[in-house]
């Protein structure tokens, strides 16, 4: 880019010739650049520029703001380091630990729900047994179509707590009593956990299909030679051989679990639940971030929910042996 | 001896018939129960809003109370209907360009760190896989923060530039160009073509069935997004159809005719998108999957 520069420096008598001999000094950087350019050992970087950019300026930047940003209190003109005063206002600040348990309960349940069955779909639908399995899976996977605005409402309509709703009318026919079903913690986190479940099935069940597609078939031909029962082929093949989509899916469950936000906003129409049953760890950073617009404090409640996500996974990971072998 | 034998084949075919029904009924059944919103509320969009609100989604088949004033409604061409169907655009166009771009930019970066061998490939990919762990929900703060500063606030840039560069969809292109030829490069070295040239024109064709899986899931990653346009779009006339729906939710004049039908209409799409490309998607969301 020199060149440019000088060019524009240069002026007065000299000019014209300035210009045929820095034209041609162009032509010749022109060349190299290009050839610089177009060099394979230039071309991966270009290739990979907008992966370098993009994670300087939207990742590595807001995270790190993000954690400096918790040790600030920031209002609307000035912005003062405090220390880990946000932190300490966590630890006594009880609705955060409402928020904590109910993240930390759905994240779990989620995992127990949307693990085992979903297996369980796609080892029936890898066998012989089901019949018309397109239309199964087609039909198990609308719902992670629509987005959590459509199914939010339906849900909240389905949960009215009138006798008229849906899960009331099934109460009536049992001969049970209409239920407040989102003014109760209990009622309301079966909601929540049957929505989750509505909306994620399907997937998890591809995932696990197209695990169970990954699997040498000559391993159960040669266990049917050994006389090895349906059971026993499903304890010692399909179960380790399964292990590394399990753990995928395990992965990113905790992480959605733990950081589950729009789909309680939508079954309460809005970011308040009666005792904040429905309040989520991210539903409290919005809450204070967006709506209260305390910014410090709610990135470390942000903070405080990345370090607990990395420490699970990370604990999960050691235990099923997933950390070790990558090291070897 | 060969009787007891036909005995035991037949029975064990049918011991395989009684397991064939079962396991397709579970599939019936668990199938029933997840359609049963969607067709409620579809059923639902043919009734007055007003009756929505008193008695929730009925599951009566009533022909009598169902009429089309919904779908009339919001056809009509009134201001809500004109409103509606700015979402719907706002929505159509912010998707097409978010898979547009999101794709092309994947691809040659994925194409780097799979077909070249540099100097920071394996931190590159390493990075990768680290901006997988953190959920977008944390980093969020600061991002909205970083766009007011850079004067993307209520635009479109603004809610398209931080996900551009996917790391999963990175990833997959990654573990689907890892099967590919690495032969194809040098042959096109040596007829001439560039780095650049034989990035798009030889593999790019080769990696068609990795773009159409990504595109649909990208499809619906962008249709669906809710979170972060509910924090840059501020004004109405920019709002994609997932915050519209979402503002038809005041706690006052619920307008239930027009946001029931409306969210119906707003699976189409992507309902269509999937039913076109079903096939694709299983690959697309399970690369990251088996491999681990």
């Known amino acids: 880019m020199r060149w440019i520069l000088n060019s524009n420096i240069t002026g007065g008598a000299g000019a014209i010739e300035a210009k045929a001999s820095h034209s041609s000094k162009k032509e010749g950087n022109t060349l190299s650049f290009k050839k610089f350019l177009y060099s394979q050992k230039t071309a991966p970087y270009v ?90 899976k087609a039909l198990l996977y609308v719902p992670a179509l629509t987005s959590v605005v459509i199914s939010g409402t339906l849900f909240r309509l389905m ?58 078939k000559s391993l159960y031909e040669s266990a049917d030679i050994d006389g090895a029962t349906s059971w026993q082929k499903f304890k010692f093949i399909t179960i380790p051989l399964m292990k590394p989509t399990t753990i995928y899916v395990l992965t ?64 999960q990971l050691g235990l099923n042996g997933t950390l070790k072998k990558e090291e070897d | 001896m060969p009787a007891t034998d036909t005995v035991k084949k037949s029975s064990s075919k049918i011991g395989a018939t009684i397991g064939s029904v079962f ?56 201001a809500d209907s004109k409103k509606y169907w700015m979402w719907f655009k706002n929505s159509m166009v912010l998707t097409v360009v978010t898979v547009a771009l999101t794709l092309i930019i994947c691809y040659f970066v994925a194409y780097s760190i799979t077909m070249y061998e540099f100097r920071f490939k394996r931190l590159f990919f390493l990075l990768v896989i680290a901006t997988m762990m953190v959920p977008f929900e944390i980093l969020m703060l600061p991002l909205y923060k970083e766009i007011i500063a850079f004067k993307l606030i209520d635009t479109m840039a603004g809610v398209m530039l931080p996900g551009l560069c996917a790391s999963s969809t990175i990833f997959f292109f990654h573990q689907y160009m890892k099967s590919l030829p690495k032969e194809l490069l040098d042959s096109g070295r040596i007829d001439g073509a560039n780095e650049y040239r034989i990035a ?16 649909i899931l990208c499809a619906m990653g962008a249709w669906n997004n809710m979170l972060w346009p509910m924090l840059i779009f501020r004004s109405a006339n920019k709002f994609t159809l997932t915050i519209g729906l979402n503002t038809l939710l005041t706690p006052y004049g619920n307008n239930y005719d027009m946001l029931i039908a409306g969210s119906m209409m707003a699976i189409i799409p992507i309902l269509i998108l999937f039913l076109l490309f079903q096939k694709y998607i299983v690959d697309g969301m399970t690369a990251g999957a088996v491999k681990g």
């Open chain 1, 47 to 136: 290739f990979a520029l907008p992966f370098i950019l993009s994670f300087t300026i939207f990742w590595i930047y807001p995270l790190f703001s993000a954690i400096i940003m918790s040790f600030q209190d920031i209002g609307a003109v000035t912005t003062k380091f405090i220390g880990i005063k946000n932190y300490t206002k966590l630890l006594k600040d009880s609705v955060f630990h409402i928020a904590m348990a109910n993240s930390f309960e759905y994240m779990l349940f989620t995992c127990l729900l949307l693990i085992p069955f979903p297996l369980l779909y796609a080892v029936l639908m890898d066998s012989n047994l089901v019949k018309a399995k397109g239309l199964w």
């Open chain 1, 159 to 216: 949960f009215s707590e009138y006798k008229t709703g849906q899960l009331n009318v099934l109460m009536t026919m049992l001969g049970l009593p209409a239920m407040k079903w989102l003014k109760v913690k209990f009622t309301s986190e079966i909601a929540l956990l049957l929505l989750c479940c509505w909306r994620w099935t399907g997937v998890n069940m591809l995932y696990f299909l197209s695990g169970l597609k990954s699997i040498d």
């Open chain 1, 252 to 315: 990113i469950s905790i992480y959605a679990g733990l950081s589950m936000f729009l789909e309680s906003f939508m079954l309460w129409a809005g970011n308040s639940s009666p005792n904040n049953i429905g309040l989520t760890i991210v539903g409290y950073l919005y809450k204070r971030g967006i709506e209260k617009d305390d910014m410090g404090y709610a990135c470390a409640v942000g903070v405080v929910l990345m370090v607990l996500g990395l420490i699970i996974n990370f604990v």
């Open chain 2, 23 to 78: 396991a397709t009924g579970l599939f019936a059944i668990v199938s029933a129960i997840i359609c049963f919103p969607l067709l409620a509320g579809l059923i639902a969009s043919f009734r007055p809003g007003r009756e929505l609100i008193r008695k929730g989604l009925s599951i009566s088949l009533d022909p009598s109370s169902m009429n089309l004033n919904n779908y009339n409604y919001l056809f009509c061409g009134n």
């Open chain 2, 200 to 215: 798009v024109s030889i593999m790019m064709p080769i990696a068609k069935p990795a773009f159409s899986a990504m595109a």
